[in-house]
């Protein structure tokens, strides 16, 4: 309830006038429709419409039947135009039925009485129509309701021609465009619908639903909608994000491109040419709608409202190290499945200061009708559950209702917003409807964007270059170099300034003990002194551009979203000429490369910090509604960026190099597959949008469950790095093995003596006999966790016990004197046993070993998940094809945790080791 209350607020700020209720998770809206509210329910409904019509805004009640109503059956009709009386009765004097997403075949009984789909439909349509005696607003959603739905083509459709010839003429039809989700919305198509349908159309715009893939929220601009078109409608839906606080900017930018329409049918003359425009608000709307330059207004305005969110309701910043505990109470937010309608108000009536926040919705009035649009919520509650395909045209969104008239004279009355949990496919879901009044003057100058939105169907390096152009150079004071005689990329490189003020620089490639080589990392400081101090601030303009450029809209990338995408696209199909030991590459192609994977790594930490900040600063509605998608990219780019740091020197080219596992270049060359779908698919194949095109980047893209867990319900603002093992890293690795014993007066004095006899029990054997394929998580407190694996787990094994085991025995020898210790007795009886045989079938199907541990500190699982995504990665690239690990049965939080990755036991006998399970995936 507070959320609509809230939505509507913005509907009013906005000029938006209308609001369709149609949620997915009310059972009385779709499944259980015949059945009436109760008392209970029908004086939350009552309340629902006073609050609306409290702000101006038409509140249109949807109610979807299609599924299994019998047309023909008496009873039925009569059920469902009590459920409208009922509701009539509340207040309610606009309504939809929407029919939408429903089987097109219809029962014996339906087939005796009507000869199609279309006049059964149309006859239940217009007897209730009739019933509720003939409501001001009254909508009708198709089941042919986009052009990609129609059979053969809308022109030639014998379902819509028949609706257009039995259908009411004052009853409106709802129509989403060219397809489920439209790209773009055109005049031309509008008037062919429209000339099939007898009347003009109300648009149900699902530019921004996003409840068809739980990944996926929509940020961006409204974009993609021809000049001209408000004139040819009746209205206009947006279907928004199910998540209520997602949607403030496409709201408001929907309110600014009906503002700018109206400004350009009342500023046109009898010749079509613009007359000159008057100075003051209309002053930014005679050159026409800038998405970018709405988006800027709508960034301060967001910025602005995340501030007094947080004023409002006492948010307490989390502490740097802590989840939001003490927040046991607080759970995600969704919109209730609500839509927004647009509306523009008359221009003497903008908005006061102390209105700011509050959209005025407006109705669209056709001759002496009113006229409003409203979108209802449907079914589902806005989590992030898995959703399954395209769905009806209703969700939540905004629609913009536009007077019928034939001139571009605007009408009286405004059009209001709805938001709805419905999929961006239905109708039925709460929208909001412009009307065609005059629209509200913006009291805000706008301000040029300084990025132009990239489409992510769209392959092409960044700026001008072509791909595999070398990338930004490195800075005076970074290792990496271009060589002498090269020519370095003349293009700055986005350094990237992170929000503790300090910017990301590679550090010297250094050496292990073993002479391996550890690619740069940068040295991206965790928590500043600088950091801390200002960690409280609100969030930035900036940071708020960056957030809104990583979840763009369905078909286009924000800039840093399609930076990130190209960047590591590039790395993945030219890393095979790095590192390559038995070859001397092109020192001008390895400086390009590192210049580009320099750049990579900078947009990884942007992104990273960005987390952080976002869970410092924002209010708590907002932080429970984007937080898990910004965790979701946080975690991956994590597993990126040290796979990337990896790639540098670590690929095994030659493939007798280590026996059967260093056939490599599968992975790294098998690019030729376009990156994107093609232009015609609607963006439910994109399959979570930006993580999921970076998911299908990396090696181990393919095992889906490596990267779908739930978001953490306390979220931190921990920040953390990750990359590959460094040499300073062994001796903060084994303090982290000893982390509870250092303080245990029974163990010390053995300690003191051995310090390093847990870590090599835990990691000796992988540090000294397979470094390269380590990886070391980092927070405040240095090493948190880490994850080490050998590639051909038979050799390693083999080296283990002819070498590296009689090393340790002389180190350790048994009159340690640690009997009785437990965790040091164990680890000095590890050295001195002989270890057990792997079972040949399991080094076969699963060649490769795995380790990995987290230290007790560490809550996050998925920075967990992006360790094992790192390392998993990484054998996977040199061609290993499953992986396998050693577990105590005893050890549940380790049995769990291998679990969630995916991990299963291996139903194989090792009769001789009762106490440890053998757990294994393939890759």
Request: net charge negative; aromatic share 8%.
């Amino acid at each position: 309830m507070e959320q609509r209350k809230l939505l509507f607020r913005w509907l009013k700020r906005w000029g938006l006038n209308c609001y369709m209720y149609a949620p997915k998770d009310e059972l009385k809206h779709r499944l259980l429709w015949r059945e009436p509210y109760t008392q209970h329910e029908a004086a939350q409904m009552q309340s629902l419409i006073k609050a609306a019509q409290e702000h101006d805004v038409e509140f249109i009640f949807a109610i979807s039947a299609g599924q299994d109503i019998v047309f023909s059956s008496a009873g039925d009709r009569l059920l469902l135009q009590q459920k409208l009386r009922q509701v009539a009765a509340l207040g309610c004097s606009a309504f939809a039925l929407l029919f939408d997403d429903i089987d097109p075949c219809m029962c014996r009984a339906d087939r005796d009485v009507f000869p199609s789909l279309a006049q059964a439909q149309a006859s239940v349509a217009n007897e209730a129509y009739r019933e509720l005696g003939l409501p001001p607003t009254f909508l009708f959603c198709p089941t042919e309701y986009c052009s990609s739905l129609c059979s053969p083509s809308p022109a030639k459709s014998r379902y819509l021609q028949t609706l257009g010839q039995e259908l009411l003429p004052e009853i409106g039809v709802i129509w989403t465009g060219p397809k489920v989700v439209s790209q773009e919305l055109s005049v031309a198509l509008v008037e062919e619908v429209e000339h099939v349908l007898q009347r003009r159309l109300l648009i149900w715009d699902n530019l921004f639903a996003n409840d068809y893939d739980c990944r996926r929220v929509f940020l961006g601009p409204y974009t993609g909608r021809a000049p001209g078109l408000v004139p040819r409608l009746c209205g206009l839906l947006l279907n928004p994000n199910c998540e209520l606080q997602a949607n403030f900017i496409p709201i408001h930018t929907l309110g600014s491109w009906f503002r700018s329409e109206l400004w350009g049918c009342t500023h046109t003359n009898s010749t079509g040419t613009e007359a000159s425009a008057e100075l003051g608000d209309s002053q930014g709307l005679q050159e026409g709608y800038s998405p970018q330059k709405a988006l800027e207004l709508a960034l301060l305005d967001w910025v602005a409202e995340i501030k007094q969110q947080v004023l409002e309701a006492g948010w307490t910043p989390l502490h740097p190290s802590t989840g939001c505990k003490e927040e046991a109470g607080l759970h995600p937010g969704t919109a209730e499945g609500q839509e927004a309608l647009l509306d523009p108000q008359p221009c003497g009536t903008a908005p006061s200061e102390a209105d700011q926040r509050e959209p005025e919705p407006c109705a669209v009035t056709t001759g002496n009708r009113k006229r409003k649009a409203i979108s209802v919520p449907e079914e589902g509650n806005g989590s992030r559950a898995s959703a399954g395909g395209p769905q009806s045209p209703a969700g939540d969104g905004d629609q913009l209702a536009s007077g019928s008239r034939e001139s571009c004279e605007p009408s009286s009355a405004m059009p209001s917003t709805a938001g709805s949990d419905r999929s961006s496919g239905a109708p039925a879901a709460d929208e909001t409807v412009h009307s065609l009044g005059t629209p509200t003057c913006c009291s805000s100058g706008a301000s040029t964007c300084q990025s132009t939105p990239l489409d992510s169907s769209d392959g092409r390096e960044r700026g001008s270059s072509p791909p595999g152009s070398p990338q930004p150079g490195a800075s005076t004071a970074d290792v990496l170099q271009i060589p002498s005689g090269c020519k370095a990329d003349p293009r700055p490189g986005p350094i990237s300034q992170l929000v503790d003020g300090a910017t990301t620089s590679p550090v010297p490639t250094a050496l292990l003990t073993n002479g391996t080589a550890v690619s740069p990392i940068p040295t991206v400081p965790l928590i500043s002194e600088e950091g801390r101090s200002d960690s409280s601030a609100p969030l930035t303009m900036e940071e708020a551009r960056m957030l809104v450029e990583l979840f763009y809209l369905p078909y286009h990338h924000g800039p840093q979203a399609q930076h990130l995408l190209e960047d590591l696209q590039w790395l993945r199909a030219n890393s095979p000429n790095m590192g390559v030991p038995t070859r001397s590459p092109n020192s001008c192609v390895v400086a390009q490369w590192r210049s580009r994977a320099r750049s990579f790594q900078q947009l990884c930490a942007q992104t990273c910090c960005l987390h952080s900040r976002f869970v410092h600063s924002a209010g708590q509605a907002l932080l429970y509604d984007l937080h898990p998608y910004l965790w979701d990219i946080r975690n991956l780019l994590l597993a990126a960026s040290a796979f990337v740091l990896w790639l540098d020197g670590r690929l095994l080219c030659d493939p007798d190099h280590k026996g059967t596992w260093g056939s490599c270049f599968g992975w790294c060359q098998s690019i030729t597959a376009p990156l994107f779908p093609g232009e015609d698919a609607e963006p439910w194949v994109r399959r979570g949008g930006l993580f999921g095109e970076l998911q299908a980047l990396l090696p181990v893209g393919n095992s889906c469950d490596l990267f779908c867990h739930p978001p953490p319900l306390f979220p931190s603002r921990q920040l953390y790095l990750l990359h590959p093992l460094l040499p300073q890293d062994k001796g903060k690795l084994y303090q982290m093995c000893r982390e509870g014993l250092d303080g245990d007066p029974s163990t010390a004095e053995v300690l003191a003596a051995h310090p390093n006899l847990l870590g090599d029990r835990v990691l000796g054997s992988f540090l000294s006999l397979s470094p390269e394929y380590t990886f070391v998580l980092e927070d405040a407190g240095g090493p948190c966790g880490y994850a080490a694996g050998a590639l051909c787990a038979e050799r390693f094994l083999q080296e283990r016990d002819s070498s590296w085991l009689p090393a340790m025995q002389r180190r350790y020898p048994r009159e340690l004197g640690v009997l009785g210790q437990g965790v040091l007795e164990e680890a000095l009886l590890f050295f001195h046993t002989k270890p057990l045989p792997v079972p040949l079938p399991v080094l076969r199907r699963f060649p490769s070993l795995v380790q990995l541990d987290m230290a007790p500190r560490v809550q996050d699982m998925g920075a967990g998940c992006s360790l094992a995504v790192s390392l998993l990665s990484a054998l996977r690239t040199n061609g290993s094809r499953g992986v396998f690990c050693q577990v105590s049965a005893a050890d549940h939080q380790q049995l769990s945790f291998y679990s969630k990755l995916g991990f299963i036991a291996l139903p194989l006998p090792w009769p001789s080791s009762p106490g440890t399970q053998l757990l294994g995936r393939l890759l």
